[in-house]
């Protein structure tokens, strides 16, 4: 078990109010990702991180931003949540021994609504 | 950039035949290749990867993929289904950056008939 809870599990929002969703983990591990997960489409990541106030987009990076002010948190925010981000959000992290090997796990995701 | 693709979204077996989920990538690189798993309400899990060396990679609950360069393919076996194998299964290149990204498929979703 790597330690990596997200929050919150669901919620319930409506069009244009900004939304955080936290990961955290408890493993000290350096990778940090966080994807979405939509019907046909498999996982598409959004941002990632490479280490305290270090990331970077990834390919559906528009309408959110990310913040990590400390190794254990990695927060991915909506500024103004829209009906197209109605998703679940997975966090993950790299996991192992040898983290250059893209082996990640995974969190048990968050559950997000737009109304 | 590299892609994955993922043939079929769903696959119906009878418990106790042969699985086969099939996975193609392409990338200008070699790939480190991976199957993940998905219960429901739950998040993904890793069933398998393959880094370099053998081609034939085993992984959790009897199930094996095979990394063939020349059909860019990783497509995922297992002898005999079971029941509880009923999942989303999804297949992932990493794109060998620093940034150790994977790129996933859409999945597969296995369904296991009694």
């Known amino acids: 078990d790597a330690g990596i809870t997200q929050s919150p599990r669901h919620k319930v929002t409506e069009t244009g109010t900004p939304v955080t969703l936290r990961c955290h983990q408890t493993?000290?591990?350096?990778?940090m990702y966080w994807y979405r997960q939509d019907p046909g489409h498999g996982l598409r990541l959004i941002h990632y991180?490479?280490?305290?106030?270090?990331?970077d987009k990834g390919e559906v990076s528009d309408g959110y931003s990310v913040s990590r002010s400390k190794t254990e948190d990695f927060l991915l925010t909506l500024e103004s949540a829209t009906s197209s981000q109605t998703s679940v959000y997975f966090c993950?992290?790299?996991?192992?021994?040898?983290?250059?090997?893209?082996?990640?796990?995974f969190g048990e995701g968050s559950r997000l609504t737009v109304l | 950039a590299q892609s994955v693709t993922q043939l079929g979204s769903h696959v119906s077996v009878s418990e106790g035949a042969l699985v086969l989920l099939r996975c193609n990538y392409s990338?200008?690189?070699?790939?480190?290749l991976f199957w993940y798993v998905q219960y429901p309400n739950q998040g993904l899990q890793l069933l398998l990867k393959?880094?370099?060396?053998?081609?034939l990679v085993k992984g959790i609950n009897g199930f094996e993929a095979e990394f063939k360069k020349s059909e860019t393919s990783f497509h995922l076996t297992k002898p005999s289904a079971h029941m509880s194998d009923a999942a989303e299964y999804f297949c992932?290149?990493?794109?060998?950056?620093?940034?150790?990204?994977?790129?996933f498929g859409s999945g597969t979703r296995l369904l296991v008939r009694p």
């Open positions: 990338s200008s690189v070699p790939p480190y």
């Open positions: 993950a992290i790299s996991f192992g021994l040898a983290e250059n090997t893209g082996e990640l796990f």
């Open positions: 991180s490479y280490g305290v106030k270090d990331t």
């Open positions: 992932a290149v990493s794109e060998g950056d620093s940034s150790y990204k994977l790129i």
């Open positions: 493993e000290n591990h350096r990778y």
């Open positions: 393959y880094t370099t060396g053998a081609t």
